[in-house]
């Protein structure tokens, strides 16, 4: 392809400058504009909900444990490996017990789908993001130190356990009867069923009608 | 008397020009800053107004290494000869009218053999270092100030013309009596011609090849750190206020204004100095950097023939008009 040069427009550019003078026009503009800078530890950006920060489990109100029944999908899910858990097996009903359970999240990758496999809603990922230390042992949490985590979440966000809700504890998009039971929790309007689009049988529908 | 007089406006000259290399740097980062929609400093003081302070407290206490291949006498000589060579140019600019250090008759050819000599310093500096970056940060510069010396020399010899004298008083005093005031009109190849030139000759974006970060590291100044590397950064900001001063001197009237402002002689001197500042950071907010022939290309083929087609141009309109 040949360029054409517009060869008078050219040399009067050229001359005067013109393309550096729009140039320093912009850049005069600029100048009195508004800043975009976020000035990071005074001010903070709003996080949205579903925000992977640390890890935590959830105290249940009402036994003040861990809600974890030990299925291990969480552990088989992860794709770092991150997860460890330990469980015992009652001899006589059959149950899991929880022995421990451990996430080492300088391995973690904050993908959240472990909050999301979740059946009963045990593991999630908190929007707490500024827990950086200097050695590695603060970021290996066992059992204990995630539920303490939860609780200090709960602290900074000054909320009532009950309240709290992220769209990985009910995926969107799925109908609530393929849901575990523990995942069908209430959700604000815009996060059920309506005006959700999923893919069914090669085109895109309503999650509404899918269900049906 | 008389010298104490002088040692007298030394110190006031001297303490003058080093806040404002303090605050050139710092004003600097926040127009850029600005113009980038960023903010510039904000942390040291009321939006970072200590900000030059804490840098030349930073500096002061900074271990002072030396690379063991280092030429170490020259090493040592560079950033001085940058900064001395700097600082003695401003001894010729007068700020108002009766106020200049020393008021010598070829002013100009001495802020010229000044600004030549700062470069001694920095290709010093690049021979001295014995690093790549730093030579040929350092060649880069030779190369740069040697075209663009002649390109600015030859683009004050109108104003020279015209004025007829080489001393900066004189030069003023003579735009005052002439018909347009200041020789910026008559002068216009000239000063755009000046202008180029002096964003090449301190080194400045776009023309900033001596030490450019993205490709050499810093240039000239890479071994060098601590105060020795501050001693760089004042002179390239004093080189930076003496050009700005030489351009309103030469081509804007002076101290001379519109209106007398009653008791601040230097107003109209040190508001048309700040423009020129001023246009050093907007300049390097906007401009990308010149591609080394490009540096070479524009000195050459376009600078000079247009200085030396300004030089005519006066001549002939001198001559035929009086």
């Known amino acids: 392809m040949k360029i054409k040069y517009d060869t008078k427009k050219r ?71 991150c997860i460890r858990i330990r469980f015992s097996k009652d001899d006589e009903t059959g149950a899991r017990k929880l022995e421990s359970y451990e996430i080492d999240a300088l391995r973690c990758i904050f993908c959240g789908y472990c909050e999301e496999v979740c059946p009963v809603n045990a593991v999630v990922l908190t929007e707490e993001y500024e827990y950086s230390d200097y050695t590695r042992d603060p970021f290996h949490f066992d059992m204990e130190r995630l539920l303490k985590n939860w609780d200090d979440f709960l602290e900074k966000k000054k909320m009532e356990p009950e309240k709290y ?48 | ?77 560079a950033p001085l000869i940058c900064l001395i060579s700097a600082l003695s140019a401003v001894a010729v600019i007068p700020f108002f009218e009766t106020f200049a250090i020393a008021n010598i008759n070829i002013g100009l050819l001495y802020i010229f053999a000044m600004s030549s000599l700062a470069s001694y310093g920095v290709v010093l500096a690049g021979w001295s270092s014995n690093s790549k970056y730093s030579f040929l940060g350092g060649l880069r510069s030779s190369a740069q100030v040697i075209s663009y010396e ?101 081509f804007l009237g002076g101290w001379s204004g519109p209106f007398e402002v009653p008791g601040i002689p230097f107003f109209w001197f040190i508001l048309k100095a700040y423009f020129f500042i001023f246009l050093y950071y907007w300049v390097r907010a906007t401009l990308p950097r010149y591609r080394y022939d490009q540096l070479m290309a524009l000195g050459w083929k376009v600078l000079i023939p247009l200085a030396l087609f300004n030089i005519l141009l006066t001549g002939t309109i001198k001559s035929l008009i009086g």
């Open chain 1, 11 to 81: 040399l009067v550019e050229q001359i005067f400058l013109l393309e550096i003078l729009k140039g320093l026009k912009l850049t005069l503009k600029r100048l009195f504009s508004k800043p975009v800078t976020v000035q990071y530890p005074k001010e903070k950006k709003p996080l949205f909900p579903g925000f992977r920060g640390r890890h935590a489990l959830i105290r249940d109100p009402k036994t003040k444990a861990a809600k974890c029944v030990a299925c291990m999908r969480c552990a088989t899910v992860c794709p770092s490996r």
């Open chain 1, 165 to 212: 809700l992220n769209p990985y504890l009910r995926p969107r998009g799925l109908p609530v009867g393929e849901l575990p039971v523990g995942k069908r929790v209430e959700v604000p309007e815009e996060w059920t069923m309506e005006g959700q689009v999923i893919w069914k049988d090669g085109k895109a529908v309503s999650a509404k009608e899918a269900d049906c």
């Open chain 2, 150 to 250: 002649i390109a600015m020399g030859l683009s004050l010899v109108g104003v020279m013309m015209l004025a007829g004298s080489l001393n900066l008083s004189d030069i003023v005093h003579a735009q005052m009596q002439s018909s347009y005031k200041i020789y910026l009109i008559p002068q216009i190849i000239g000063f755009f011609v000046f202008v180029v030139a002096m964003f090449a000759e301190t080194n400045r974006t776009p023309f900033d090849l001596p030490e450019a970060e993205s490709e050499l590291v810093a240039g000239y100044c890479t071994e060098y750190s601590g105060m020795r590397f501050a001693l760089f950064f004042m002179a390239e900001y004093i080189g930076m206020i003496v050009m700005s001063c030489l351009a309103v001197i030469c």
């Open chain 2, 1 to 77: 008397m008389e010298l104490l007089w002088i040692l007298i406006k030394i110190i006031i000259v001297f303490t003058v020009v080093m806040i404002h290399v303090m605050y050139a740097t710092y004003f600097e980062r926040k127009v850029i800053g600005h113009m980038q929609v960023r903010m510039g400093p904000m942390r040291v003081g009321w939006h970072g107004v200590l900000q030059p302070i804490a840098d030349g407290i930073k500096a002061f206490f900074k271990e002072d290494i030396i690379p063991t291949a280092a030429d170490k006498k020259v090493f040592y000589a």
